[in-house]
């Protein structure tokens, strides 16, 4: 009898069956033909040719499904099983256009403000995006959007998360931990925000794996960035020759989004802030798109305007 082994990638498997296997079992109910058996991320399929290859398809179309959505109940996978594939997607995919990704518990992550909407639209078009405004409005938690969509849409194989350790004057060394945990103290928002969109357990995996790679600026020196998204957070941080470091990294098949707020510039010399003076410089290429927020975009506590706006 022909046997098929099917490796669930980067998938809880527990969390993919289902409670007391209440998935899996719907979905042998759906193949009666053939003997479905899973032991941890694995499926052993026993049948027919034919009936394991229809058994295939709809378990990657299910597959899809928990990675976009971050869920999988059973009335999901019922629906699935019994939608033809061109259904799916139209009830799954085009239903769902203004979602860019889905966070954790299965709620839609969207563009909410003008300007959100409009990075999302740039980031289509141009491989170089700049954001910049003030602090809460949503830069680089969309940044982060964008590049888990990527991710899972396998579009790229990898995300590295960048920001300049101004507070450390970039000499890490005397901090306790490996790379990771140097730069934890840094990158905090970045990990926030992964953490709303992959489930925990993956994204460890995605860390261990090098998916996902946390790098300081001046470690970026001398590498060439293809099959990525890369975010430069806090790019107000970074001086002129570092930020021209940065953009020059960009390889094949790669898209780079800055993010930073020109009014809370931390080196000493401000002028010497490589996002002015890229602003100045870049503008009208071809390619590279900016982006300007403002108090209107804020979309934390109604009170964070007023503060933005005395303190401007």
């Known amino acids: 009898m022909p046997e098929k082994n099917i490796t669930l990638e980067s998938i809880n498997p527990t969390a993919f069956f289902g409670v007391n296997d209440s998935n899996i079992e719907k979905i042998r109910s759906f193949f009666p033909k053939i003997k479905v058996v899973a032991r941890g991320n694995t499926i052993k399929i026993f049948g027919d040719d034919s009936e394991i290859a229809r058994f295939e398809a709809k378990l990657k179309q ?10 999988l109940s059973n009335s999901d996978v019922e ?73 899972k849409n396998r579009e790229v194989r990898r995300i590295i998360l960048s920001r300049p350790a101004v507070e450390a004057g970039e000499k890490l060394g005397f901090l306790p931990g490996d790379l990771k945990d140097k730069l934890d103290p840094y ?49 107000q941080n970074a001086t002129i020759n570092q930020l021209k470091m940065f953009l020059t990294r960009m390889g094949k098949n790669s898209k780079f989004i800055v993010t ?53």
């Open 62 to 71: 299910i597959t899809d499904f928990y990675s976009r959505y971050n869920r």
């Open 79 to 151: 629906n699935i099983l019994k939608q033809k594939s061109d259904d799916l997607k139209t009830d799954f995919l085009q239903n769902n256009d203004s979602a860019i990704v889905y966070s954790t518990s299965g709620k839609p992550i969207k563009a909410r403000t003008p300007n959100q909407r409009k990075i999302v639209k740039q980031f289509v078009k141009n491989d170089l995006v700049f954001a910049i405004g003030p602090a809460g409005t949503g830069k680089t938690f969309i940044a982060i959007a964008l590049a888990v969509k990527m991710l």
């Open 187 to 235: 990158m905090q928002a970045l990990y926030d925000a992964l953490y709303d969109m992959i489930p925990a357990s993956k994204l460890d995996s995605y860390f261990e794996d090098r998916v996902i790679q946390i790098a300081p600026l001046a470690y970026m020196r001398g590498r060439t960035l293809n099959d990525a998204v890369v975010i430069l957070d806090e790019a």
């Open 260 to 312: 930073g707020d020109i009014t809370q510039i931390d080196i000493p010399n401000k002028s010497r802030s490589g996002l002015i003076h890229a602003y100045n410089k870049l503008n009208n290429i071809e390619g590279i798109s900016f982006v300007q927020f403002g108090i209107e975009d804020v979309v934390r506590h109604p009170i964070v305007k007023e503060i933005i706006k005395r303190y401007d």
